[in-house]
């Protein structure tokens, strides 16, 4: 089942975003198996927020724990990441 991942980060900012993601999406495991889709923007509050689509929750764990090292060492507070099952995922091809 499809799980739609929402995180929101406090006090984030673009540029931290910007660098995680960087190492990241250049990290040789990435892009992970189950990975549809991801958006991130500012919250409207003075944090940021994720939200990412995956094949699975179980998909979404694994890639956690691969980027849990680049998330402390760029600083990223720890969160709580919202789990909540996708009825569909429509992606433009």
Known sequence: MAVI???EI??????????TTE???SAPWF???????HAAGPDGSGGWRIV???ES???????VEK???????????PVMPKVDEAVQVILNP
């Open 52 to 54: 990412d689509f995956w």
């Open 23 to 25: 190492q990241i999406t």
């Open 31 to 37: 892009p992970m198996p189950g990975f549809l889709a």
């Open 57 to 63: 929750e179980a998909a979404f764990q694994a890639f």
């Open 10 to 19: 406090p006090g984030g900012t673009e540029e931290i975003y910007r660098r």
């Open 67 to 77: 980027a849990t090292p680049i998330f402390q060492e760029m600083g990223t507070p």
């Open 5 to 7: 991942v929402t995180v």
